[in-house]
């Protein structure tokens, strides 16, 4: 199946610092992407989702100018934690999408941990 | 607005044997898809199966096999000859077929299988 990876895998950071995810589709062009955010022992919530070339769009209640997603390539989404507080400490997960609408099959990154002290 | 619900936060079950984890939906839609997909302590996220909405058929992938009831809006999944390999996280989740494709989880089950 079609491979998603997400750099870095775990990362630990200073309060008012920024913090970068990538997330790569290795084999396949994702024409759309997702992130998501899990907080522990809960469930994925959608943060946003990013069509290659345009501006993500963002679920209620998350801070656009504070995650920053940009998805400059059919291959790589990155997500931009900015000024991160220890409240951002959580577990970020991408998924990718290929093909039409039709085509309802997400792979996802194996997620990164990111923790804010 | 969609919304996914598992009654179950916790499920055990004996290995080799068979357990069924519950699923419900709130959806005004007549076409969209079903998914259940597996945690394990990794973290990552697998595929278990899915279900297109407008197939009465019930999805089945191997030891893996789902009751779709539509008009009750109830999708369990069910594991037979459970393995110690099954013990995860699942979550069942919603996506309508007309949208970007972003899925809609439940709160998820937690299984265990003991040997």
């Known amino acids: 199946g079609a491979v998603v990876s997400q750099h870095p895998s775990w990362v630990i950071c200073k309060s008012g610092t920024s913090v970068k995810i990538e997330c790569r589709s290795l084999d396949f062009q994702a024409t759309t992407m997702f992130w998501y955010r899990q907080f522990p022992k809960q469930s994925l919530m959608l943060m946003a989702t990013s069509n290659e070339g345009s501006k993500a769009t963002y679920e209620q209640g998350v801070e656009k100018d504070k995650f920053l997603i940009n998805h400059a390539s059919l291959t790589l989404s990155t997500l931009t934690v900015t000024s991160a507080h220890p409240e951002d400490s959580s577990f970020y997960i991408c998924s990718a999408r290929e093909g039409s609408v039709n085509n309802n099959e997400q792979f996802f990154g194996p997620g990164t941990r990111l923790t804010v002290l | 607005a969609q919304t996914v619900t598992q009654s179950q936060p916790e499920m055990s079950v004996q290995e080799a044997e068979t357990v069924t984890l519950s699923c419900t939906y709130d959806?005004?839609?007549?076409?969209?898809?079903l998914f259940w997909y597996k945690q394990p302590p990794s973290r990552q996220m697998i595929l278990v199966i899915r279900q297109e909405a407008y197939k009465q058929q019930n999805a089945t992938e191997n030891r893996f096999s789902v009751n779709f009831q539509k008009a009750a809006k109830s999708f369990s999944l069910k594991i037979s000859d459970s393995q110690l390999g099954d013990a995860a996280m699942y979550f069942c989740a919603y996506r309508s077929r007309g949208s970007q494709g972003n899925l809609i989880f439940g709160k998820g089950t937690k299984l265990s299988v003991k040997p």
């Open positions: 959806t005004s839609e007549s076409d969209y898809y």
